[in-house]
């Protein structure tokens, strides 16, 4: 029997992914695809505690998609901002844009 | 009338004025700070005919709500003590504002930090509410780092935040002992008033919180005092503070330690002042020793100045130590009462002879010789009779001669604390006889012996100058000759708070 | 082992391998086109866990609409594969362990909890659900969903145009 | 849905038709009135203030506790109305400031209006927002906009640096968080703060997971050490008048949604939260002081001043038990919305006289520009936290409440680092006042900066002077708090 | 006319404002002024003192001056025979100096000012005298120590009259200390500082056993260690061994300050003070304090007479003279000889200022101070010869002059109290005649020897043009020797001369009554009586064979000095080693300069290095550090807090710099920090939660 305990087990494994993602890349859109992983990562949590502890008001499923959109949301901004800073700095590589520091 | 509350706000009206001022018309905003300079000393002198000299309590309090939903108000009164030192830095806010006429760099901004450094000071002596009291104390804090700052000597700027940041380390102390002090007061009942807090003494028998607050306080009164060896900002201060500001810092500055100490210390925490009242004594001892023996291997007239403050306060403090360690002991209170009024006339002493010091040094160093240093002069005597007369005259005060004012303080001061602590006063006492050498080793290496060429032609005291220093001369003598008159406005502070401490 | 335990493994074992593969490949490209099986094995589970709904706009945002737009911006800048560069920062072995310990920090505590039981079952037709849901208790977040939704998509096309 | 319950949402909605018209009205107008846009958004945040009041008045006065609306996701009382009408006095500031800013800097003015008053609307909710998907929704909305504002000096290579890594940065702590809500919504089943406080006595160990994850997400917006590094980046990049605004909009209603999450939703017996933020007090006043010392570019300093400033806020958390602390938060964060403002305010009239960002370029500045170098002297004498000054009330206000909790040794470290904080504040002071002027000649101040400064003056002594008003307020709204 | 007393110190003191403030305008008639004061003075201070005489009774008047707590310190004055006979003697001599001045200082650029301190001078002392509580006299005290401080140096471009005074000060300031502590205790024991009731309560106290303080291995009572400690002030106004090193260098001042501050009046303050605050020695168990006056006075007499011996400068001889002199004084007090002390002091007050003054007036003739360049002046200087020898004589103790009388009446207390001190005494009174001989003899006697170029004039022609005179007057340049002074200068040594012969005539036995002398009868101590202690009558054998020992020392000195049957320098020789140590003033003086004034310096100099480097900084140590530090990161700034300030600066500085490479600008930097952020607070909040 699939109890929550899978699907925890697996959530934490694909965020930690996420974040092992967004902790090592150095090209922008490779971090953000990292934070994608993290939200999914969430959304599958919700998801599956809505079925195991908040079957009746599904409140999980309206975060997933509410998170879903957001990510949406995210990827535009954020590739947007990206393209825009590789227009003038000409690199999207993030240790390679350090004009502030320290 | 408020009378306080006009005396205390003047000024800040004053100041609101200069705003209003072009700057370029330094002659007229020199004349309106003078104007309102002495129209608060006026104010002041009016306080007297309203004081009831017979009454030991805080009197004339003047009250309105300020914050209540937490217990802040705007109160203030006077006793004796607080009126003496009001009236003393009216008076030698007109004084610096007068000498000060020669300033013409900035001269907006000048007056304008003088008017609001002298708000600060009278709603030190003059508020009620701890709260009250914070603010005016850290309102001194800000006009006398610009006045250090910007025109002050070559190190202005190091001296300027080193004296910032050394009393903004002790009035932040002193404000968590305020908080400690309101905490312990009944939920409900909970005020920053002064009167109201001394009287429960929130914080007795609570041990730890007790001593915490007590040092909290101590700390920040022990700062601005300077005490041994908090005082290493102060020569730098002093230094490197253009000349009126040196003697507001060393005239009233350097008194709300003294104050703090004499106001809030002894009647809040007197069991464990007490207990630490023969420490205190100690550093007392040490700064009245050590002061005058770094005095004595200064040669910089302002240093040297300096010093000899330190070696003053810890008079008073000493003073103030001694009336601690007489808590609970009843046949000493006439003996504590001698030294509290002993520390109170040193306060006032050391402001109008300090303040007169560095007049003189200013005199001679802002326009004329352009140094400060002891051993570039000699002979002066001849060169500048008058000014010599004051210089040497002043710092026979200093130095504590019989006739003159610092002689009373220092005997009130020693009669009073030997009856409760002989060993450390009869050491102090050494202390006058180093003072009497460094001093009159300046007055010979300055005025007396052959004339340095270089000095031969410098004018005299200007009818300006002559006006600033002969005021504080005569207060010098006048109450050398006859305290008691003086003696009885603070004797009823002092008998007060002996009685208190019972 | 049911189906249901044979399903989630296989979606597992495709989740966890294409988000390796989007962490770990060198060739950018590789790694936005392994999202795609990242994300529909997510899809995946949620039919599993009855989320038909949820499932949908998964497909339709994140395979069809977000990876498209990742694709898109490497094409753009790193000259289409991003292999001519180092794509591996410098803190791989601490990120290595900070990973690894929140993982299994996560694994200790959550592993323990004693997972409330369910309120009772999923309703039947539950994009029905979640629709009342949006509408009754999260009319607010929807509405607000849609702002932020312009909100971004003017800024980013602000941000994003190319100027003359 | 209740109709009837829209009237509690009339300031955001207010706000946020504003600026979908200021969308529309961008394409209508032309390019010479652009500067229309900015008075349609000021009236509009100016109307949002008043529909506040009504708000307010609406709930029955300050002493009437609040309603929650939309299920109890969302809860109007005072303590969120006052959120609200600091951020409306941010945002308004800000726009009033941009006015002079962005133009010539770039040709989207109705799209910075816009942005900037839908992350005034984001704000808004952030404030009253009592359930984890609106929490995280109206986060993410405040966020995505501020990446877009800090970005938007398209040719600024600093301007797209901040951008980016402020997005990237904030992205990924919004990952964190997310997963942090998960789970506290697995151990609870609900998303609503209220029901979570009922349900998680069944969480033992995996609360502190869940809140400790949450916490970066909050921690992220409020600046708070560990997650507190992007911020002098960004401050130095981002437009002068956005940095002002990250400063001080989203500070405030993530503090508004950290304390009302904390409060409302974890139950002290569950997480003893109050002395983990202690502990992160102590560190991000401390940490952020530190750093502070060592700059002389004037945006990064405050920007650090600002971390360090959240460490003195976070006292009000970690001394939770006493009365005086939320209070003292609510009254930190106004004084620090105008100090702060301030500061920034005449950071900019600086860079526009001097055309640098260093601290010392700005010597002389007190010459240059008399009254402005004055405001300022307030306002660093204010972040410090020396009276009579809104700061100082404000530390005043949190200092007690740490004595107040018994936590001295947490006051001791605040006395510490508010003497540390003179130092540098007082370096400004040095290089405005001490140093001779670099040039001759006035500087000039624009009209919007000229209103902005002398609006955050008059609010840093007023609220400092007289803070009885204020005072009354947020007594009430700390005794109306979720009730 | 003791209600009027009060005004007695006042009109000098009126003189001294006067002159300081309009001198410069009154130019000659300045002298008038406080000539004019000092009359005034003197007849309200022998009005009052024939009050006494005629039996008036002693009269007492207090004012509150200070108060603490319920406590009144008060002051006041005390008109009775032993104070309204110091005001006659101080008004009388003072007057005289003051005249005798107005010649010898003519044409000083700062004649007004010379004035002005003289007068503030009789003021202080005369407060001094009539004051009535240990206050009051110590203000009186020390305002005669700054006066005599100001008049040392009058000549103030003279570096050794600026370290002579400083000297002055200092030295009497230590005995004031110790007074001052003595005045302290006091005011712990009894609660006030008013002669009457603090000897009135010592006096009651002295039946009950009082309380012992512990100094180190020894235990005192607590009367006598107060006792001594007010001797202290004595010891130092009063020239005593220890302290007595600075009056020889007080010579540095004018001859009149030298006759009237340095001979005759404020050194005999201390003894004056003794005499006044008997009781408070008397009344000491075994009058132990009593016992160290004597043993004090004994010593300074005779090793100031061996010290004058050996010295040439005629007014430092005198000076000597005088310590040897007070020390006579103490001893006599010490040995229960009350009167005779007192006695002393007011004879010795008219003839050493007689001294002095003749002496100024061979100064003013031959311009030098040695006695060695003097020689053959009796023919030149008639009237300064007389009247000097008067003096002489009367020092000597020749009957019938005033000396006379005095110091046998001492002689006399010692020989029944204490033998020893006797023959000690009688030791000092012989080379008390030995050297005052000898300085006759070099200076009047002989040939002429002095120089033709008078030493140069301390003032500058700039001085004398600020002052307005035309400059020094008494023509020197072409100088014919030396020649008689000018009346104003002689008159005033005649009628001192006149006191010197006739003074001590009131110590004649029979002048009172019960065949006792009259000073006896007038300047009693009450306590002796109760303490059933008598002062021993006048006798013959003992009166002729301290006569005998005057004429045995002038006898020596004719020997060597006048006949020169022996020459000096042979005895010079005789005495190897003891002629340097004497002439050297036993080297007392070096000592004290090495240890006091270097000592002290450098000890100055060493707590000012530790309050820069070590208070101010902990500095090297950390300063260095911190600057290094700072360096190596280029991040120094100017203005780094110095002190323990700059110890926390450096620290927090430090810290800043550690923290700040963390702050990278790269984003994965940052999230990796934040990530580690949150496994860390969940951790420690698990773990310690």
């Keep these: 029997m699939i109890g929550l305990p899978h699907y925890l087990v697996l959530s934490s494994l694909l965020f930690g992914m996420g974040l092992y993602g967004v902790l090592t890349r150095r090209n922008a859109v490779a971090i953000l695809m990292g934070i994608e992983l993290m939200l999914n990562a969430a959304n599958v949590n919700f998801v599956a505690f809505t079925k195991f502890v908040d079957p009746t008001f599904v409140r999980g499923h309206v975060a997933a998609l509410v998170i879903i959109t957001l990510a949406a949301c995210e990827a535009a901004v954020g590739l947007a901002l990206i393209i825009n800073a590789y227009r003038h700095l000409e690199t999207v590589n993030v240790d390679q844009v350090d004009l502030l520091k320290g | ?74 109160k203030v009164g006077v006793d004796g003590l607080s009126l003496v030192l009001a ?15 020669r300033e013409t760099h900035r001269v907006k901004e000048y007056n304008l930090l003088f008017l609001l450094l002298e708000t600060g000071m009278l709603g030190v002596f003059f508020a009620l509410d701890f709260f009250l009291f914070y603010v005016f104390w850290e309102l001194t804090l800000v006009p006398m780092y610009f006045l250090i700052g910007i025109w002050g000597g070559p190190r202005r700027e190091y001296a300027a935040i080193k004296f910032f940041l050394y009393t903004l380390v002790g009035s932040l102390a002193m404000l968590l002992g305020i908080l400690l002090l309101y905490f312990h007061l009944p939920p409900g009942q909970r005020t920053f008033d002064v009167l109201e807090i001394v009287r429960q003494r929130p914080l007795a028998g609570t041990g730890l919180l007790a001593q915490l607050a007590f040092w909290g306080f101590f700390l920040s009164f022990a700062i601005k005092v300077p005490m041994w060896p908090f005082h290493t900002w102060l020569p730098d201060a002093h230094v490197e503070a253009p000349t009126a500001g040196s003697v507001i810092l060393a005239a009233i500055l350097l008194k709300l330690g003294t104050y703090g100490f004499v106001r809030f210390s002894l009647p809040l925490f007197p069991e464990v002042f007490h207990q630490h009242a023969l420490l205190i004594a100690t550093l007392a001892v040490i700064g009245v020793i050590y002061g005058a023996l770094v005095a004595m291997a200064q040669t910089d007239l302002k240093k040297l100045v300096a010093y000899s403050s330190v070696n003053h306060m810890g008079y008073v403090m000493l003073a103030v130590a001694a009336a601690a360690y007489a808590y609970g002991r009843q046949e000493l209170a006439d003996a504590a009462a001698t030294a509290l009024n002993g520390a109170t006339m040193e306060m006032l002493a050391h402001g109008i002879i300090t303040g007169a010091l560095f007049l003189v ?92 060429p270089r000095w031969v032609n410098l004018p005299d005291l200007d009818r300006r100058e002559a006006w600033t220093l002969f005021p504080l001369v005569v207060l010098m003598i006048a109450f050398g000759v006859y305290p008691k008159p003086l003696l009885d406005i603070i004797n009823l502070t002092s008998s007060q708070l002996v009685a208190m401490l019972r | 082992m049911n189906a249901e335990a044979l399903a989630f493994y296989a979606l597992a074992a495709m989740v966890l391998v294409g988000g390796a593969l989007v962490v770990y490949s060198r060739n950018l490209v590789h790694a936005a086109v392994s999202l795609v099986p990242t994300l529909l094995g997510v899809a995946g589970l949620y039919v599993l866990l009855h989320a038909e709904f949820v499932t949908a706009i998964q497909i339709l945002i994140y395979v069809g609409a977000i990876t498209v737009l990742i694709l898109f911006v490497i094409l753009l800048t790193e000259g289409a594969t991003g292999l001519r560069v180092r794509q591996r920062n410098e803190q791989v072995p601490l990120a290595l362990g900070v990973c690894g310990a929140l993982v299994v920090l996560l694994w200790v505590v959550l592993l323990r909890v004693p997972w409330g039981p369910a309120a009772g079952p999923l309703p039947p037709y539950n994009p029905g659900a979640v629709g009342r849901s949006f509408l009754m208790p999260y009319v607010l977040a929807f509405e607000v969903t849609s702002l932020v939704i312009l909100a971004s998509l003017v800024g980013a096309i602000v941000i994003a145009r190319r100027e003359e | 849905m209740n109709w009837a319950d829209l009237r509690w949402l009339v300031p955001e909605l207010v706000v946020a038709a504003a600026a979908v018209a200021l969308l529309g009205a961008d394409l209508v107008l032309p390019a010479d009135r652009k500067r229309w846009l900015g008075g349609l958004a000021l009236a509009s945040l100016v109307a949002a203030g008043a529909a506040c009041a009504v708000v307010l008045t609406d709930l029955g006065g300050l002493g009437a506790p609040g309603v929650r609306v939309f ?188 304390v009302r999450t904390l409060s409302i939703g974890i139950p002290l017996e569950q997480v003893n939260w109050p002395v983990l933020l202690a502990a992160l007090s102590a560190v991000t006043m401390t940490v952020g002081n530190l750093l502070a010392l060592l700059q002389r570019n004037l945006k990064r300093m405050l920007a650090y001043s600002s971390i360090a400033h959240a460490g003195y806020v976070l006292i009000a958390l970690a001394a939770w038990k006493s009365a005086w602390a939320l209070q003292g938060l609510l009254y930190y964060l106004l004084a620090y919305l105008f100090m702060n403002l301030g500061a920034f305010f005449v950071a900019m009239v600086a860079a526009e006289g001097t055309g640098s960002d260093e601290i010392p370029d700005h010597a002389g500045l007190s010459q240059r520009a008399p009254w402005v170098a004055g405001a300022m002297v307030v306002f660093m004498l204010s972040l410090t936290g020396i009276p009579p000054t809104a700061g100082f009330f404000g530390k005043f206000y949190l200092f007690a409440a740490a004595v107040d909790a018994g936590l001295l040794w947490l006051a001791a470290l605040a006395v510490a680092n508010s003497v540390i904080s003179l130092y540098y504040y007082v370096g400004v002071l040095r290089a405005l006042y001490l140093m001779p002027p670099a040039a001759p000649g006035p500087v000039p101040v624009p009209a919007g900066l000229r209103v902005g400064v002398l609006v955050a003056l008059i609010g840093t002594l007023a609220a400092g002077l007289y803070p009885e008003p204020v005072v009354t307020f947020v007594e009430v709204a700390r005794r109306l708090l979720g009730s | 006319m003791a209600r009027l007393a009060w005004l007695i110190p006042l009109f000098p003191l009126a003189g001294y404002g006067i002159l300081i403030f309009r001198g410069r305008a009154l ?416 200076a009047f006697f002989g040939r002429y020897r002095g120089p033709e170029q008078p030493e140069p004039d301390p003032w500058l022609p700039e001085d004398y043009a600020r002052a307005g005179v035309r400059g020094p007057h008494h023509g020197h340049g072409a100088h014919h020797g030396p020649h008689e002074s000018p009346p104003v200068m002689t008159v005033p040594l005649v009628v001192l001369a006149f006191f010197a012969l006739v003074a001590g005539f009131v110590g004649i036995p029979g002048t009172g009554p019960e065949g006792g002398s009259w000073i006896h009868h007038f300047l009693k101590f009450e306590g002796f009586e109760e303490a059933g202690i008598r002062a021993p009558s006048f006798s013959w054998p003992l009166a002729l064979r301290s006569l005998a020992v005057a004429f045995a020392g002038v006898g020596v000195a004719w020997v060597v000095y006048g006949a020169r049957w022996v020459r000096s320098d042979q005895v010079r020789e005789w005495v190897g080693p003891l002629y340097p140590f004497l002439r050297n003033r036993m080297y007392i003086d070096t000592v004290y300069a090495w240890v006091f004034v270097r000592g002290g310096l450098a000890l100055a100099a060493g707590l000012r290095w530790f309050d820069v480097q070590v208070v101010d900084g902990l500095v090297n140590l950390v300063g260095w550090v911190t600057v290094l530090v700072s360096r190596l990161h280029r991040l120094f700034d100017t203005y780094v807090v110095d002190g323990l300030v700059n110890l926390v600066g450096g620290l927090t500085r430090g810290l800043g710099i550690l923290l700040r490479p963390l702050q990278t600008g790269r984003a994965y930097n940052y999230i990796l920090v934040a990530a580690a952020g949150v496994a860390i607070i969940v951790v420690v909040s698990l773990w310690k939660l």
Excluded at chain 2, 5 to 11: A, D, E, K, Q, V
Excluded at chain 4, 108 to 136: K, N, P, Q, T
Excluded at chain 5, 181 to 194: H, K, N, S, Y
């Design chain 4, 71 to 258: 299920a109890d996701t969302y809860t109007v009382d005072a303590f969120a109305v006052y959120f609200k009408l600091v951020a409306l006095a941010a945002v308004a500031l800000v726009v009033l400031v941009s006015l002079d800013y962005f133009p010539g800097r770039t040709p989207h003015l109705g799209e910075v209006f816009s942005l900037l008053l839908f992350s005034g609307v984001g704000l808004l909710l952030m404030a009253s927002a009592s359930d984890l998907i609106l929490l995280l929704l109206s986060i993410e909305f405040v966020s995505l906009s501020s990446y877009l504002l800090a970005g938007f000096l398209k040719r600024d290579p600093k301007s797209n640096e901040a951008g980016v890594k402020y997005f990237l940065y904030g992205a990924a702590t919004t990952g964190v968080m997310a997963y942090g809500f998960s789970l506290l919504y697995g151990l609870t089943g609900s998303t609503i703060l209220y029901d979570i406080a009922a349900r998680l006595d069944r969480a033992g160990p995996a609360a502190y997971l869940a809140v400790g994850m949450a916490l970066a997400g909050f921690g992220f917006k409020v600046s708070m050490v560990p997650f507190h590094q992007w911020t002098p980046d960004v401050y130095e990049g981002a437009p002068t008048p956005i940095t002002a605004f990250l400063s001080v909009g989203p500070k405030a209603a993530g503090f508004a949604a950290l």
């Design chain 2, 87 to 101: 009236l003393l830095t009216t008076l030698l806010t007109v004084l610096s504002v007068l000498y000060s006429f």
């Design chain 2, 361 to 452: 040094v200013g005199v001679i160093y802002d326009d004329r010789a352009h140094t400060r240093g002891v051993d570039d002069f000699g002979g002066l005597w001849a060169v500048l009779p008058k000014y010599g007369a004051v210089s040497i005259t002043a710092m026979f005060a200093s130095l504590g001669l019989p006739g003159l004012m610092g002689f009373v303080a220092e005997f009130l001061i020693f009669v009073g604390s030997f009856s409760i602590i002989p060993v450390f006063t009869a050491l102090a006492a050494l202390g006058v006889v180093i003072t009497a050498a460094f001093f009159l080793w300046t007055i010979q290496r300055i005025f007396l012996g052959p004339t340095n």
């Design chain 5, 27 to 442: 130019g000659d008639r300045a002298p008038y002024v406080a000539i004019g004061a000092m009359a005034l003075s003197a007849v309200l201070g022998w009005g009052t003192f024939l009050e006494q005489v005629l039996g008036a009774p002693p009269f007492v008047w207090r004012a509150a001056w200070a108060v603490g707590g319920e406590r009144v310190i008060t002051v006041g004055y005390t008109v009775d025979p032993l104070s309204s006979i110091t005001v006659a003697m101080i008004t009388l001599v003072g007057g005289l100096i003051f005249v005798y001045s107005v010649g010898y200082m003519h044409g000083d650029p700062y004649y007004a000012r010379f004035f002005a301190f003289l007068s503030l001078f009789c003021a202080g002392m005369l407060t001094m005298v009539l004051a009535n509580s240990f206050l009051l006299m110590l203000i009186g005290w020390e305002v005669i120590g700054l006066c005599s401080y100001l008049l040392i140096g009058f000549y103030f471009r003279r570096r050794s009259a600026n370290l002579a005074q400083m000297k002055a000060f200092l030295t009497t300031r230590v005995g004031d200390t110790l007074m001052l502590v003595g005045i302290m205790a006091l005011f712990w024991q009894f609660g006030t500082l008013d002669y009457q009731t603090v000897f009135e309560a010592v006096r009651e106290g002295a039946e009950k056993a009082s309380a012992v303080v512990r100094l180190g291995p020894w235990e005192v009572p607590l009367v006598t260690l107060t006792a001594l400690l007010i001797f202290g002030g004595p010891i130092g106004k009063s020239g005593q061994f220890p302290l007595h090193v600075w009056l020889p260098d007080a010579m540095e001042g004018p001859t009149p300050v030298s006759a009237l501050i340095h001979a005759a009046t404020m050194v005999a303050a201390g003894v004056y003070l003794v005499g006044r605050a008997y009781p408070l020695f008397f009344f000491t168990p075994h009058h132990e304090a009593l016992a160290w006056v004597a043993w004090v006075g004994t010593v300074t007499a005779l090793m100031a007479g061996l010290i004058a011996l050996a010295q040439d400068d005629i007014k430092r001889i005198l000076a000597y003279s005088t310590i040897s002199q007070l020390g006579f004084m103490m001893a006599g007090l010490g040995v229960l000889g009350y009167t005779a002390g007192l006695f002393h002091l007011l004879t010795h007050a008219f003839f050493k200022a007689l001294l002095f003054l003749a002496a100024g007036s061979v100064i003013h003739a031959v311009h030098t101070n040695n006695i060695k360049e003097m020689g053959g002046l009796w023919r030149a200087m008639p009237v300064t010869f007389w009247t000097f020898l008067a003096g002489f004589l009367a020092l000597a103790g020749v009957f019938p002059f005033a000396g006379f009388w005095s110091k046998d009446e001492i002689l006399l207390e010692a020989y029944h109290h204490n033998p020893g001190i006797y023959a000690l005494l009688t030791a000092a009174a012989f080379l008390t005649a030995l050297y005052m001989s000898r300085l006759v003899a070099y």
């Design chain 2, 1 to 74: 009338m408020p009378i306080l509350t006009l005396t205390l706000f003047l000024p800040l009206v004053g100041a609101l004025v200069l705003l209003f001022l072009p700057k370029e018309d330094a002659d007229r905003i020199r004349r309106v700070t003078l104007g309102f300079t002495l129209a608060t000393f006026v104010a002041s002198l009016l306080i007297l005919p309203r004081f009831e000299f017979g009454r030991r309590e805080i009197q004339l309090i003047e009250q309105a709500a300020w914050i209540p939903a937490v217990g802040i108000q705007y």
